[in-house]
Antibody, heavy 118, light 106 residues
Framework: QLQLQESGPGLVKASETLSLTCTVS??????????WGWIRQPPGKGLEWIGR???????YYNPSLKSRVTMSVDTSKNQFSLKLSPVTAAHTAVYYC??????????WGQGTLVTVSS | SYELIQPPSVSVSPGQTASITCSGD??????ACWYKQKPGQSPVLVIY???QRPSGIPERFSGSNSGNTATLTISGTQAMDEADYYC?????????FGGGTKLTVL
């Protein structure tokens, strides 16, 4: 059974860089059938798509975040990563890593809360 | 930018049918999907490609999409269905989520 697990600091200072890694187990990240991505949810609010990456390294980012976002993939470790910089308090959220296919996301990680402190 | 609009809340009595709508310009020309999220948990896909159920999702969940509105229907609603529900679509360049609907079963 596929599992996704986010890891990274839970507290980041404003103006610095948020860095998260998603480790995929129970399946290979190197598949032409799927893509991988990040979605965030501020406390008490709705979902926001951040971007997606293919195992080849091709990326697509939310235009509203494009200037701050970098995603990468490490097929040897079955991991993909997110960097968001610089962060502000508005970036405080639960960050989910996801697997996507077609137009939807069929597997989600448990999520990790990242708080941006001033 | 493209927007999807959902009612903030819907209430339903146990055993009755709940309908949650998601509105967007020409949404029927795109694929819509739906996620269920319980407090403190990750979202779970319940409908994809307008009306397809992933394995493990009960048959009481169904979906439709036409014109400007996609609808998630839960037949014979149970207490366990109480959750937040989000619609989602791809507008060609960006993934868009609706604002979410809190389904209360009372």
């Amino acid at each position: 059974q596929l599992q996704l697990q986010e890891s990274g600091p839970g507290l980041v200072k404003a103006s610095e860089t948020l860095s998260l890694t998603c480790t995929v187990s129970g399946g290979s990240i190197s598949s032409n059938s799927y893509y991988w991505g990040w979605i965030r949810q501020p406390p008490g609010k709705g979902l926001e798509w951040i971007g997606r990456i293919y195992y080849s390294g091709s990326t697509y980012y939310n235009p509203s975040l494009k200037s701050r976002v970098t995603m990468s993939v490490d097929t040897s470790k079955n991991q993909f990563s997110l960097k968001l910089s610089p962060v502000t308090a508005a970036h405080t959220a639960v960050y989910y890593c996801v697997r996507g296919q077609g137009n939807y996301f069929d597997n989600w990680g448990q999520g990790t809360l990242v708080t941006v402190s001033s | 930018s493209y927007e999807l609009i959902q009612p903030p809340s819907v209430s339903v009595s146990p055993g009755q049918t709940a309908s949650i709508t998601c509105s967007g310009d020409k949404l029927g020309d795109k694929y819509a999907c739906w996620y269920k999220q319980k407090p403190g948990q990750s979202p779970v896909l319940v409908i994809y490609q307008d009306n397809q159920r992933p394995s493990g999702i009960p048959e009481r969940f169904s979906g439709s999409n036409s014109g400007n509105t996609a609808t998630l229907t839960i037949s014979g609603t149970q207490a366990m269905d109480e959750a937040d529900y989000y619609c989602q679509a791809w507008d060609g360049t960006t993934v868009v989520f609706g604002g979410g609907t809190k389904l209360t079963v009372l």
